[in-house]
């Protein structure tokens, strides 16, 4: 499986972004997609994660302001973020599990500041 994100960038504190996430491969064998971010200094957390049923998962900090979805026709998976903080800074990382494992993609940095 192979993820190349897109999406990523400045945004002031308050606005939004859209991450995207192509992914080709051994799709079918997915069962778990989801965006990770880690911060400098911390550990790679859960941002947030859709199955292959549609079921979602979000992190607290982003509950509610975020949105993960899935393009079956595109075979990507994105997250729409929006009202944007500081604490919104990190790199972005796409996932997917698989019956093969997991597979990582390369990240996105995303920076919020003004």
């Known amino acids: 499986v192979q993820m190349v994100e897109s999406g990523g960038g400045l945004v002031q504190p308050g606005g939004s972004l859209r991450l995207s996430c192509a992914v080709s491969?051994?799709?079918?064998?997915?069962?778990?997609w989801g965006w990770y971010r880690q911060a400098p200094g911390k550990q790679r957390e859960l941002v947030a994660s859709?199955?292959?049923?549609?079921?979602?998962n979000y992190a607290r900090s982003v509950k509610g302001r975020s949105t993960i979805s899935r393009d079956n026709a595109k075979n990507t998976v994105d997250l729409q973020m929006n009202s944007l903080n500081s604490e919104d800074t990190a790199v972005y990382y796409c996932?997917?599990?698989?019956?093969?494992?997991?597979?990582w993609g390369q990240g996105t940095q995303v920076t919020v500041s003004s």
């Open positions: 996932h997917v599990q698989s019956t093969a494992g997991g597979n």
């Open positions: 491969g051994s799709i079918v064998s997915i069962y778990t």
């Open positions: 859709i199955t292959k049923g549609g079921m979602t």
